[in-house]
């Protein structure tokens, strides 16, 4: 059965920090680019982080960049995302989804190639 589940979320304060996992069975995530998105309530979806089945190269959006770190365990078929100095802003449900390709990695926060998507974490930042 092909399944991705994501991991790891809760309730941090501000300034701390989690490490979100997304987790495969039934296919082998190191054959596609793994992309974090979240959204939060009213808001539209926003990619936070993407690591390339191409070269491994990692990708972060404005908002997170020096905070978030994206990272692949192959051996546990798993990729991470650990965030840090969490802000409230950073609130949302955060999902991680798989593309087998990504033509322009400009856009892949734009989540168009990603076609496969876990059921999401709740990640909430509060005092």
């Known amino acids: 059965q092909v399944q991705l589940v994501e991991s790891g979320g809760g309730l941090v304060q501000p300034g701390g920090s989690l490490r979100l996992s997304c987790a495969a069975s039934?296919?082998?995530?190191?054959?596609?680019?793994i992309g974090w998105f979240r959204q939060a309530p009213g808001k539209e979806r926003e990619g936070v982080s993407c690591?390339?089945?191409?070269?491994?190269?990692?990708y972060y959006a404005d908002s997170v960049k020096g905070r978030f770190t994206i990272s692949r365990d192959n051996a546990k078929n798993t990729v991470y995302l650990q965030m840090n100095i969490l802000r409230p802003e950073d609130t949302a449900v955060y999902y991680c989804?798989?593309?087998?390709?990504?033509?322009?990695?400009?856009?892949?926060?734009?989540?168009?190639?990603?076609?496969?998507w876990g059921q999401g974490t709740q990640v909430t930042v509060s005092s």
């Open positions: 039934g296919f082998t995530l190191d054959d596609y680019a």
């Open positions: 989804a798989t593309a087998p390709f990504v033509s322009d990695y400009d856009y892949w926060a734009k989540g168009y190639e990603f076609d496969y």
């Open positions: 690591i390339s089945n191409r070269d491994g190269s990692t």
